[in-house]
């Protein structure tokens, strides 16, 4: 105690952050709220996603034509939690695809994410009861970490392949607009999920459903039903309404003069 | 299960869970609080992060390595380039212990290759544009309709025969822009940190097992 009492000490609080970090333990609590309900028992159920469905009539799709799948995960690296999403998704669809017999591809960006997808894929096939189909380098090409090397890699690949799918999940920017396009033209059926409003609009262009924002991050709690990934997305929709409740409380106190009284938002 | 795969298990699962809680419960200190140790330790982990990033890169490369050199041997369909890849690696790898990364040698040969391509890629772009605008044009969903109006209402009053004729041209494309745009904008950026954070917490708990299945988790 002795030895931390200096420490705590000067420890301050950086100004304009504490009320980020009130908000961010009330994240925390609303989120363990909701796990702790699911474990009571409660089910939570997620409105109706065209994407999710048309991913799984995409693998059934891939499987009649005998044709791969093939997935985007994204210009970033592991930091990202994009890419983070994508690659969750990839675990899942691919442990689908290969109980109908279809191969996934992917084509990552950055060095580490090409390891990374390598042994999610692995273990998918393991989970699927199928380790001897995998195989080191198959499902996994990898183009250069460059933007637009990797736009054109990929789209190159979609027209030597011409997947029955493409689904785009991940970090992405102007160089979707090139595999986008290549998907199309081969008439694959395309899914596209980002955080960047300026290739979510790229996304509108080319593909035929669209995941805006934090519903690709939904993805994979509503794909695999688990009731715990679902109580947390129910714990982002609480936040959701509070952050609204706050913007809006924010506007009208502000209109009305009194921004004393919500002064503790710049605490 | 014997004894080395309960512990590579413990080693993958709850070992990388606690170096996560760490990492992350010490950036976020710093992120709201200042103190002198908990600055030093956090940029002591980003040193560390660094090592783990660069170490990564070279685990990618011999990933990449190994199996492009097994497609070459398999000669896959796509042999040529991967071996083309393969044999630009090793001289670029070359090239730079041997010259330096920073010799104008290196410099120039990596310049004068890379940017050219670059360039006639980026040039690429165009035809890509147009192809998607005109796929756009024919307005076969809702929000591809959607977006159209917008986007000719953008193009319409941005340009010089508009604005030099019509003066409130120039106040509804900046109110476009930066009302209805902006909120839009706006409110996908918040639900997509929020989406996030809400991953980040998955993770921690443990419950998003696909991504970390990768390390046992």
Redesign the interface.
Known sequence: MILFTP?IE?????TG??F??AI?II??VL?YLS?SFARQGRTWTIRPMEALDAIQEGIGRAAEMGKPVLEFPGIS??SA??T??G???L??MTERAIKVNVPVNTIPS???????C???IR??YN?AGKPEKY????Y?K?YGT?Q??Y??GGAGHIL?EKPAMVVYLGYFL?DV??T??AG??VGALQIGGT?D?SA???M???CDY?L???????L??AI?G?K??LA??A??DW??AL?IFLMIAGVLFTAAGLKNVISFMWW | MSTMDSISRLVRTRITQIVIVVCLLSA?AG????????DAFNAELNLWNMDI?IF??F???I??F???S??VSART?EWPFRLYALVLIAAWIVMGLYSGLYSDTYQTAYLST?IT??IA??G??IF??L???Y??FRVKTL??GI?VIFALAMILLNSPIITSNWSPADAISYWLLNYPGMGG?R??????G??????????L?G??K??L???GG
């Open positions: 420490l000067q420890i301050t609080p950086k952050q504490m980020n970090l961010f994240m925390g989120v796990y690296g592991l939690p994009a983070i999403a690659l969750t998704m675990g899942e950055d060095t580490g994410v090409v390891t990374a390598e042994s999610i273990d998918a989970r195989e080191l380098g198959k996994v990898w460059d637009f090397v736009a054109v030597a102007a607009l090139v986008g396009e199309a033209r955080t409003q979510i609009s790229l509108a262009l080319t669209i805006m924002g934090e519903e690709m991050y939904a994979t709690a695999t688990d715990y990934q947390t997305i714990a982002s936040i959701k952050l | 976020a992120y709201y609080f200042s103190n002198p140790q908990l990033v990564t890169l685990i990618g490369l990933t990449v190994f199996s492009y097994k497609s369909s890379k391509l670059h890629i980026l690429q772009l890509f544009y192809s998607a605008m796929r756009t929000r591809t977006l904008a409110a996908i950026v918040l639900v997509a929020v989406g996030g954070i809400i991953l980040a917490i998955r993770i708990m419950l998003e696909s991504a299945r990768a390390t």
